[in-house]
């Protein structure tokens, strides 16, 4: 490389240096008039928490008082007894005690106007236990986010973010408790017990995780179903529906002590359904008005206050008694049953359990593979509706499936022919849904495959 080239490289690499710098320069520079929303840069006060007295606020909402009665303890008059959330009351505690702003845009009076100071939009008043108080009075909104404000009798105007005001220029609504669910869990494995009602009627889904019950096919059932729907909850349906639960949340709370009119409009006169979370003095009941877009209105049971829940938190509205239960419709734990019977156009496999614990027995007298046995077994639990019937006809049987207990009770599973390739089927004569053909073609090559001492497959 010769020096001419070098040198040219030298000068560009100097060049970016420099506009390198000049940039890092800039992005340094406090943006002017729009309030640094990165975070606050000038602390206004800062006191410890427990010396706030009170925090008033007066704006074109309304106003309410946030007042400490004891220490650490809480209230806000104008809600009256309505729960305020915990996090809120620490961030409301915490925003008065610690002022802040992201910078100081003037120092000169002659500024008011520019910054909507000329006509004050709100105030918020703080006073400490030693009895000081610190007054800001309120200008126009930033754009992104956040207000001018002053101290009262103050020139100096400053910038502060949504965050750090959300208190200071908001209303009593914004301190009340969205959670609306007695478990302090994020596990759904610790919800003990749920009630709700939908147009197919009252479901009550129960925790049943200590019985520890698992069926023939092995699945393991945390939940039991009772009212509109009897029965074990189907595990994935309810890891995909209700694991919310203890977690049942308000986006926020719109109103206080609603009028009659109000009520009608909000669909809460007459509430549609009803969650009920919990048992005996700490459940919460939860009426659902009317759906407005994607959210519905809400209240909590014996407190005056509308909320907004989002329609995601409310999806078993619709669902129907065949969406939660359990779709493996017979599958009995092997240790409960003597023999099954699979009868395909009159041709019959017969397994004998002999031993439950090995999950060992016969196929048709003769001694199988206990891997085989077990295999076999779970495929012909699996016998079950995948859709609901409909207006679905019933043509002629094409299988059963009989299971014979140990105390010589039955169960029969029956798969009839439709006009259609979908199966009906049935258990002990009465109509479950609709399955696949695919069902019926994996009971055949099943009872080929275990008789032949080849791998038998339980998915279809």
Do not use: H
Not at 49 to 71: H, M, P, R, W
Not at 104 to 110: E, F, H, Q, T
Not at 197 to 214: D, H, L
Request: charged share 20%; with cysteine.
């Amino acid at each position: 490389m010769g020096k001419k080239q070098k040198r040219t490289i030298f000068l560009l690499l100097g060049a970016l240096l420099v506009v390198a710098a000049a940039i890092a320069v800039l992005l340094l520079l406090p943006e002017k008039e729009e309030g640094g929303q990165d975070g606050p840069s000038v602390v206004l006060t800062d006191r410890p928490v427990d010396e706030v007295a009170s925090l008033a606020v007066e704006n074109e909402k309304g106003s309410y008082q946030f007042i400490q009665v004891t220490t650490g303890s809480w209230q806000v008059p104008s809600l009256g007894d309505i729960p305020l959330g915990k996090n809120k009351i620490y961030e409301c505690s915490k925003t008065a005690a610690k002022i802040s702003a992201t910078q100081k845009v003037s120092d000169s009076a002659d500024d008011n106007a520019k910054y909507g100071l000329d006509q004050i939009q709100g105030t918020a008043t703080v006073t400490y236990t030693d009895g000081t108080s610190v007054k800001l009075e309120f200008g126009d909104e930033i754009d992104g986010g956040g207000r001018y404000f002053r101290i009262a009798g103050k020139d100096a105007i400053y910038a502060g973010s949504a965050n750090a005001l959300a208190y200071l220029t908001g209303q009593d609504l914004d301190l009340i408790d969205l959670e609306l669910s007695p478990y302090d869990s994020t596990s759904s494995d610790n919800l003990k017990r749920a009630e709700f009602q939908n147009a197919s009627g009252v479901f009550v889904i129960e925790n049943i995780q200590s019985q520890q019950v698992t069926d023939g096919y092995g699945n393991f059932f945390k939940y039991r179903v009772s009212g509109a729907a009897q029965g074990y909850v189907d595990p994935t349906f309810f890891a995909e529906n209700f694991t919310n639960l203890v977690q049942f949340r308000a986006s926020s709370a719109i109103a206080v002590d609603p009028t009659p009119e109000q009520l009608a409009g909000y669909g809460l006169d007459a509430p549609q359904s009803y969650l009920l979370l919990g048992e005996g003095d700490s459940a919460i009941k939860v009426l659902i008005g009317r759906a407005d877009g994607d959210i519905y209105y809400a209240m909590r049971d014996g407190y005056p206050v509308v909320f907004k829940l989002a329609d995601y938190v409310v999806n078993w509205l619709e669902i129907s008694p065949f969406d939660i239960l359990n779709k493996y419709a017979t599958a009995p734990a092997m240790d409960q049953v003597r023999e099954v019977t699979l009868d395909i156009g009159g041709e019959k496999t017969v397994l004998a359990v002999t031993d439950a614990a090995t999950r060992t027995g016969t196929c048709n007298g003769q001694a199988t593979d206990a891997k085989l046995f077990g295999e076999m077994y779970q495929l012909l639990c699996s016998a079950r509706p995948e859709e609901q019937t409909g207006s679905a006809q019933k043509g002629e049987q094409v299988a059963a499936i009989t299971f014979t207990y140990n105390d010589g009770n039955q169960d029969v599973m029956a798969l009839f022919s439709t006009e259609s390739r979908k199966l009906l089927v049935q258990k002990n004569g009465q109509d479950l849904g609709l399955a696949r053909r695919a069902l019926l073609d994996a009971l055949k090559q099943g009872a080929e495959n275990l008789q032949a001492g080849k791998q038998v497959s339980k998915q279809w």
